[in-house]
């Protein structure tokens, strides 16, 4: 049996600690000693040499990380687990520093612990000493939220995507706060920093999204009761007192108000806009090229699963090529691999999720030993992957109209308040301007100018909810040149004048400043 101690100053949780292990883990787990603080708990591991312990950080004579690092310089192996109730979220970066293996913050649920030493459990006897396939894979399982989290903050997915995608999440009609963190060295936190940002947003019913691209990381809350967002200030301050002990002076965060699910892109807006706002222009300018990068990262893994899908084995290189070239602005050696494994994990869940190529655990262990070796050639590599999720896709042919209309779509979002059009569009994204159109007929069942139109108008509805534009000012604002012809528009797609759309919202929300 697997050998536990426990080592905490409560009675209380050295008994609730015991009864859980004790009843989930009956023949597989032991708890041989339970001490009351890290003096004994150093003491009796040196009797006892327990595979797995569970620290308190506070603790009378000796606190947990000091235990920790006497610890493991007589129990090499051992495997630790800090618990700490505590705000100051530099014993986190103590803790990693020394090798734990996790970092719970009290009060944690059960899950949480049982997931924790479940974890354990398949790693034991291999702490401190992984093998180069064990850290890879530890690698390909980090930051699964980016296959999600991106897509939504950069306005990727329409309504029905949004819908579906985080339905798979477990994420129902829920409403979400948008949290946004930026700063020099979020890419060099790893990824036990960003499960540790994870667990700090663990707030009772919600449900957490996060991820981390170069020095941007978003964070997504998801709840049903707006109550459980009063919590959220305490997470979003443990949060940058963690990343300041992580190696910087200035983190800089921006927090959206609570929005319905159907709109993710405009939580992150609203969150990285504030940290545009009040920031200096080198700050700002800085944040709108990481925000680009990301941008154009996404752009390149969804080219790269629609080519190898279409079975266009030579876009599909050049694709990942374009990807690399993004990644090394940012990465360099082993975190440039790393980086770019999990990119070709987000194309393969893509592809095993969406569009029917079967991914297996065995392709993954396969992908994996790829990277093991420190001259591992991206290059080589590259093709090997290619050529074998193409021959797996067998017959399947992916419409590369999809992509283009998607494309095209994302360019309104970015662009609708320009002077844009479908001549425009399609000159954006090196097609004809009678085929971009074909397509959005085919694919949208509306043609291009009813849908920027549509697109525009739901954006003047926003801010006329605002109410503190006129309506000549809010058609100018999304794009149109003609006030009046904004009008006609407004009259045909809602059936009432945008005078008579305002007077609602003043009787729906009993507004009073908003300017007709």
């Excluded at 920790?68 to 986190?92: E, K, N």
């Excluded at 991820?211 to 809350?221: I, Q, W």
Aim: hydrophobic fraction near 40%.
């Amino acid at each position: 049996m697997i050998k536990v101690m426990i080592a905490d100053d409560e009675e209380y949780e050295r008994d609730y600690l015991k009864k859980t292990i004790s009843e989930k883990y009956e023949g597989i787990l032991e708890v041989v000693y339970a001490a009351t603080n890290g003096a004994d708990a150093l003491e009796k591991a040196k009797e006892l040499k327990p595979d797995i312990c569970l620290f308190d950080i506070r603790m009378p004579r000796l606190d947990g990380l000091e235990a920790t690092s006497q610890l493991i310089g007589f129990l090499p192996d051992v495997q630790v687990v800090i618990v700490s109730a505590y705000d100051d979220f530099s014993y986190a970066k103590k803790a990693m520093k020394l090798g734990v293996k996790d970092f719970l913050v009290k009060p944690y649920l059960d899950k949480e612990l049982t997931q924790t030493i479940d974890k354990i459990i398949a790693n034991i006897g291999g702490f401190g000493k992984k093998s180069p396939a064990d850290k890879i894979m530890d690698v390909v399982t980090g930051d699964i939220d980016r296959d999600i989290v991106w897509n939504l903050a950069l306005g990727r997915w329409d309504e029905a995507d949004i819908a579906k995608e985080l339905s798979l999440w477990g994420i129902g009609e829920f409403g979400y706060k948008c949290i946004v963190f930026y700063y020099e060295g979020i890419k060099n936190i790893g990824e036990k920093g960003c499960d540790i940002v994870k667990g700090i947003f663990h707030i009772n019913a919600t449900h957490t999204l996060v991820s981390r691209l170069f020095d941007l990381m978003v964070v997504y809350v998801f709840a049903e009761d707006e109550d459980a967002f009063i919590e959220l200030n305490q997470s979003i301050s443990k949060t940058r007192n963690y990343m300041k002990e992580s190696g910087s002076s200035t983190v800089f965060c921006g927090v959206s108000g609570i929005y319905e699910n159907a709109d993710t892109a405009r939580g992150f807006d609203e969150a990285s806009g504030f940290i545009d706002s009040y920031s200096e222009r080198a700050v700002q300018s800085g944040l709108r090229r990481t925000i680009e990068q990301i941008r154009t990262v996404n752009e390149n893994v969804e080219k790269a699963g629609f080519a190898i899908a279409s079975k266009n084995r030579e876009q599909a290189l050049l694709w990942l090529s374009e990807l690399r070239k993004n990644l090394m602005e940012q990465y360099e050696g082993r975190a440039l691999s790393e980086c770019y494994l999990q990119h070709l994990m987000v194309i393969l869940r893509g592809l095993n999720r969406r569009l029917g190529i079967r991914v297996t655990n065995e392709d993954v262990d396969k992908l994996a030993g790829y990277f093991e070796s420190d001259d591992c050639q991206l290059d080589e590599i590259t093709e090997k992957v290619v050529d074998e999720l193409m021959e797996r896709a067998g017959d399947m042919q992916i419409n590369h109209n999809v992509l283009i209309v998607r494309r095209a779509k994302e360019f309104i979002q970015n662009h609708y308040q320009e002077q844009i059009n479908l001549q425009i569009v399609a000159d954006a994204n090196d097609i004809s301007a009678g085929h971009l159109s074909k397509c959005f007929k085919n694919i949208e069942k509306k043609g291009f100018s009813e849908y920027l139109t549509g697109y525009r108008l739901e954006k003047a509805k926003e801010l006329m909810k605002k109410g503190d534009l006129s309506i000549q000012e809010i058609a100018y604002e999304v794009g149109f040149s003609d006030s009046n012809y904004f009008g006609k528009c407004f009259k045909k797609n809602e059936g009432i004048t945008p005078k008579e759309y305002c007077n609602m919202v003043l009787i729906g929300v009993g507004q009073s400043n908003l300017r007709l």
